[in-house]
């Protein structure tokens, strides 16, 4: 595959679906985090006085304002070309290596000779809601269990608990995207099946607390990230597909 420094303009910008400040997936978290912090901040200013209460105000305060922060899932702006493939995810690009997609997926061996994985890893201040790389129908979607190995590790794609999707995009080309638990994250939050459509830079999941999301794309494609670039869900182009389709 080719790689450059910059994608090709895009001619449109998708209009954002309208969605809460704070995702859904998030409100239930945020309250627990509320009244424990604010209980147990209130029985240490109750048994060791206001100074270690105020001590304790503090440290809930800043709990729960990160949980807030990490729930955020703030409005983006999708360029709309079906030959682009938009990040997911917010994070950093950790590894870019030819990979086979996961065996959950099916994929026959024609699709998947030469495709090339992008790995991004989400940290806990990054945004955790995850958007459709592209636009097209999912043919495949799989939950595999597994173990919770550091995200940013190149073993987490094939032995962590992840939820993989294949799709075929509006060009016919076959691409795959897989949502990864980290060290920390416990939780795949999963929103879609197979048979479902997506539109580009759709939200279509989230991952709660630290995670990884893997990209496989197509053979031909020109990659337009570097290793260690900063991506942003739903507007980074990962890469641009070849003309016409491989079946």
Not at 48 to 61: D, L
Not at 89 to 96: E, K
Request: proline share 6%; with cysteine.
């Amino acid at each position: 595959m080719t790689q450059v420094d910059s994608p090709r303009p895009a001619s449109q910008i998708a209009k954002d679906d309208p969605s809460p400040i704070i995702a859904r997936e998030g409100w239930p978290i945020v309250a627990i985090f509320v009244l424990i912090g604010l209980g147990l901040a209130g029985v240490a200013w109750w048994l060791a006085g206001w100074v270690v209460g105020v001590v304790a105000v503090a440290i809930a305060a800043i709990l729960i304002l990160w949980c807030i922060w990490f729930f955020r899932d703030p409005p983006r702006k999708t360029p709309l070309d079906p030959r682009l493939i938009i990040a997911p995810a917010d994070g950093v690009v950790v590894s870019m290596t030819a990979a086979t997609p996961p065996t959950e997926l099916n994929l026959p061996s024609e699709v998947v000779a030469g495709m090339q994985r992008v790995c991004i890893f989400m940290n806990v201040f990054n945004v955790h809601v995850n958007r459709s790389p592209a636009a097209g129908a999912i043919t495949a979607a799989a939950y595999h269990e597994g173990k919770f190995f550091n995200a940013s590790l190149d073993k987490a794609s094939e032995q962590n608990e992840r939820f993989s999707v294949a799709m075929r995009t509006t060009t016919g080309h076959i691409i795959g995207f897989v949502q990864i638990a980290g060290l920390v994250a416990r939780r795949i939050v999963r929103k879609v099946q197979a048979g479902e459509t997506l539109r580009q830079g759709q939200r279509y999941g989230l991952i709660r607390f630290g995670s990884r999301v893997d990209v496989y794309i197509p053979a031909g494609s020109v990659i337009n990230v570097k290793l260690g670039q900063t991506t942003v869900a739903g507007e980074t182009v990962l890469a641009t597909l070849p003309e016409g389709s491989r079946e």
